[in-house]
């Protein structure tokens, strides 16, 4: 197993505020993976995180909206900037890990944004 | 374009009995067909996978089915407990890298 430390673990911000979300891994990792879970829905990816590079995203997701940091092999930051409501969810870091099953992610316990 | 859906938003069974979640997918180039089990106010947590070229694989009391023809992937879940429920994810991957495309996830609900 893996230990993924998310913070915060919720919070209510205000519109047009940005928050920024952290993540810390037990041990080094190539690639961390951020999600995003609307409330009652399913988690979709919002990019890629890869140490020393520029974040990857997926259609739907922009930099300048959702800043991506990866300073080192155990920690990533997201960033959802300039909130509204519409970004109220919860947001997930994961991992995958070498000699584990290719379709097995560890999450975090997930960072719970309510934006009011 | 891709998606991966399942048939239905809640499933409610009795104590002891199987369990059966079932999930329909769109991309057959997917390599691998997973199960994620989350429980409230966690992250999801991985269960069982199968391969592409692989139509069953059996875990701890639990059962993944693939059916390409049909496009169809089932879990089955054997004596059911209360610790089972939890809202069950299908999700499929292609390539190597590491993104996972998530259906929208059926709620278990155990009763005693």
């Known amino acids: 197993s893996a230990v993924i430390s998310q913070k915060p673990s919720r919070d209510i911000c205000q519109r047009g505020t940005s928050l920024t979300i952290q993540c810390q891994v037990d041990s080094q990792v190539t690639m961390m993976f951020w999600y995003r879970q609307q409330p009652g829905q399913s988690l979709t990816l919002i990019a890629t995180?890869?140490?020393?590079?520029?974040?990857?995203?997926e259609s739907g997701f922009v930099i300048d909206k959702f800043p991506i940091s990866r300073p080192n092999l155990t920690f990533s930051t997201l960033t959802v900037s300039n909130m509204s409501p519409e970004d109220s969810s919860i947001y997930l870091c994961?991992?995958?890990?070498?000699?584990?099953?290719?379709?097995?992610?560890?999450f975090g316990e997930g960072s719970r944004l309510t934006v009011l | 374009g891709e998606s991966v859906g399942l048939h239905l938003p809640t499933l409610s069974v009795q104590e002891g009995d199987n369990s059966i979640i079932n999930c329909a997918y769109s991309n057959s180039a997917s390599d691998y067909f997973i199960w994620y089990k989350q429980e409230s106010g966690k992250g999801p947590q991985f269960i069982i996978d199968i391969r592409s070229n692989m139509d069953k694989r059996q875990g701890q009391r639990v059962t993944v089915l693939l059916n390409k023809t049909v496009k169809h992937l089932s879990l089955q879940i054997a004596a059911t407990q209360p610790g089972d429920s939890a809202v069950y994810f299908c999700a499929e991957k292609s390539g190597n890298t590491g993104k996972l495309i998530f259906g929208q996830g059926t709620t278990l609900q155990v009763k005693p």
């Open positions: 994961s991992i995958d890990r070498p000699g584990h099953s290719p379709g097995e992610l560890f």
């Open positions: 995180a890869n140490q020393g590079s520029e974040a990857t995203y």
